[in-house]
């Protein structure tokens, strides 16, 4: 393009992940002319490291009437609207289409069979098939709007369009191109945004306070967990949110999708209850073997959890170091109620380096759950995780994108 001269184009995307490359591709089959940006080297950097390398890409259990059991935000109901128009099955049709192979792991995920890379392709394919412009890397300097609309700034030159698309995402991973963009241009406009912190992030806890765990790192174990007040047997709902999933402990704390899950729920200085061999009744399991038994406790404890945590479970107390015959009721007892209810205070999170996901983002009372589109200022949409949605571990962070993106390109 001539220096000075200003393209102009019926869509302008910001940022090529997930949401921006769908929308961009929606659209532009739509006989919409879209320009898709992106500040990056490599085009959908964060879907190529998703699910392992794999690319958890959506999940069947996401039920669109429901979406509080699987999303959380300021108004988990935001997002019925997107998720029933374009659905998990719309898009496993999709890549049905493309003929990508994929299995079922576990509770509804769907993943690649080969690579993330097939489902970079299949974006671009879809972006190819529309006529997408796609200027990637190149920065966005400034966004306005003016009498022709928006203008936008950027590396290339300026452009303009009537339609201005934010799909940055969130703030996770920024050393392969995580920025604030979205929220700072929200803000610009007057939109408000909900204060942004890690999400499906490893929980750290103090170096005292871990040293007898530290020695566990890598060993993982199915745990039920959960955070906020215990469910009440009076009216009224239990503010607990909990999980049964794989933990894992690392050299700083807990990992694993168990506590990936818990982080996006927990409060800063509020405890985690860990049941560490959950459906197990611990207590007639001890009382029994001593009875019968006198192996170490260790070693009876090693029958509900893997043994290198009984070990380390077992020194917390003198009165769990003996022969299960010679310990007293009460060291049964409290040794069943500590590990079936570890209760734990973690110090924070491993934070954006490590988070999969930002919870916060724009505030979804600014935008239209039919469109994305703000409305203190038309012509402007938000779309993917620079919202406030946050979807737990499984594949539905994607749904989101597929779903938000694709409803946004049906009014552009
Ligand atoms: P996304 O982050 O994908 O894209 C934003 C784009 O905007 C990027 O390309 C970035 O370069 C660009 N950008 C940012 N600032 C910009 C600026 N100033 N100017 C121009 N461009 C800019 N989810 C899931 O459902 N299943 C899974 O398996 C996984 N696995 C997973 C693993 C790991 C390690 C992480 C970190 C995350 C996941 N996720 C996931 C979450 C998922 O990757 C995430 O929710 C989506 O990618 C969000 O899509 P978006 O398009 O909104 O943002």
């Not at 302008?12 to 940006?37: S, T």
């Amino acid at each position: 393009m001539p220096a000075g001269d200003t393209q102009t184009f019926d869509a302008i995307v910001i940022g090529a992940g997930a949401a921006g490359l769908f929308c961009a591709g929606v659209a532009g089959q739509l006989g919409v002319k879209v320009l898709l940006v992106d500040h990056a080297d490599k085009v959908g950097e964060k879907i190529r490291i998703s699910g392992g390398g794999r690319c958890n890409f959506t999940n069947r259990d996401l039920d669109p009437r429901q979406p509080h059991r699987h999303f959380l935000g300021g108004n988990p109901h935001f997002c019925r609207s997107a998720l029933s128009r374009y659905t998990a099955a719309d898009f496993i049709a999709l890549v049905q289409r493309h003929g990508i192979p994929f299995h079922e792991k576990h509770k509804g995920q769907l993943f690649g069979d080969r690579s993330s890379e097939d489902f970079i392709r299949l974006l671009q394919a879809e972006c190819g098939a529309g006529g997408v412009q796609h200027w990637q890397p190149c920065r966005v300097q400034a966004v306005r709007h003016g009498a022709q609309g928006y203008e936008v700034d950027t590396d290339r030159g300026t452009v303009t369009a009537p339609h201005v698309v934010v799909a940055t995402g969130g703030l996770s991973i920024p050393k392969i191109g995580a920025s604030d963009f979205g929220h700072r241009l929200a803000q610009q406009f007057g939109l408000r945004v909900v204060e942004p912190r890690p999400a499906l992030v490893p929980l750290t806890f103090d170096g005292e306070q871990w040293t007898p765990f530290a020695q566990l790192a890598g060993l993982a174990l199915p745990v039920r967990i959960a955070t906020g007040s215990k469910p009440s047997t009076g009216p009224g709902r239990s503010g607990e949110m909990a999980f049964d999933e794989d933990l894992l402990f690392t050299h700083r704390g807990l990992s694993g999708p168990a506590v990936l899950q818990i982080s996006s729920y927990w409060q800063p200085g509020t405890p985690l209850r860990v049941d560490l061999a959950p459906g197990q009744d611990v207590p007639a399991a001890l009382a029994d073997a001593k009875r019968r038994s006198r192996k170490l406790l260790a070693n009876e404890l090693a029958a509900f959890v893997p043994s290198r945590l009984a070990e380390a479970w077992s020194q917390r107390d003198a009165a769990w170091q003996r022969p299960v015959n010679e310990a007293s009721d009460k060291a049964l007892a409290a040794l069943a109620q500590a590990l079936s209810n570890w209760e734990l205070v973690p110090t924070g999170t491993e934070g954006y380096k490590k988070a999969e996901v930002t919870a916060g983002g724009v505030d979804t009372r600014e935008l239209s759950s039919q469109t994305m589109e703000s409305s203190r200022q038309p012509g402007l949409y938000f779309i993917g995780e620079v919202a406030d949605v946050t979807g737990w571990l499984g594949g539905y962070n994607f749904q989101w994108a597929w779903s938000s993106a694709w409803a946004c390109a049906q009014a552009l």
